[in-house]
């Protein structure tokens, strides 16, 4: 069976966590945030992630895929709106913490991370699971991975038995290699 590694670099998360910052660093200098433009941006790099991604085994195809990867990302900005109101009324609040700034930039750039791994899980469930078979998970093989998905790695599993994918967990950085199905073995 063809097997396809679906390991990703960290640029989309870095990106995220720009975007994310550069938020936060707004509101700490009481500047108007317009979300508009915040959806613009991160819809951009979290197109570009899930396109990628599903370019390593599969070439894009608007017509096909454009509104799958929408959905992701939508459900993605539904998510970032949410925390953006969270990070007002947090900042709003610790005013006069001196390490406000510090906690509040570190918060987004864990955040923008976080995302990216949402985003992953969800490019898993919706797109990749219907073109193939299963995966083996992996862990990025470092100290702070978590023992029970350091449990899970190099283990075979099926979409339909996979009760947790990777990226679900909070900042989980694990990956999976898919075994795809016949027909879309290139
Ligand atoms: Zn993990």
């Known amino acids: 069976m063809n097997k396809v590694d679906l390991k990703y670099s960290l640029d ?3 990106r995220l966590s720009k975007i994310l910052q550069s938020m936060t660093l707004s509101l700490l200098n009481h500047k108007e945030n317009d979300f508009q433009e915040i959806s613009k941006e991160v819809s951009k790099v979290l197109l570009d992630f899930t396109i990628k991604s599903q370019e390593k085994y599969k070439s894009f195809d608007a017509e096909r895929d454009k509104e799958k990867h929408l959905e992701i990302v939508r459900e993605q900005l539904i998510k970032i709106k949410r925390y953006i109101n969270a ?9 006069d913490n001196k390490e406000l700034k510090k906690k509040a930039l570190r918060h987004s750039e864990l955040k923008g991370r976080d995302i990216k791994g949402n985003a992953y899980a969800a490019f898993l469930k919706d797109i990749v699971s219907k073109d193939s078979v299963g995966f083996v998970w992996n862990t990025v093989g470092d100290d702070r991975v978590r023992p029970e998905h350091e449990d899970r790695d190099q283990e075979f599993f099926t979409w339909k038995d996979a009760d947790l994918l990777p990226g679900e967990d909070i900042m989980c950085r694990c990956w999976v290699e898919v075994y795809l199905k016949k027909e879309i073995r290139k």
Request: proline content about 0%; glycine content about 0%.
């Open 12 to 14: 989309h998360e870095y």
């Open 87 to 95: 990070q007002t009324k947090w900042i709003e609040k610790n005013r």
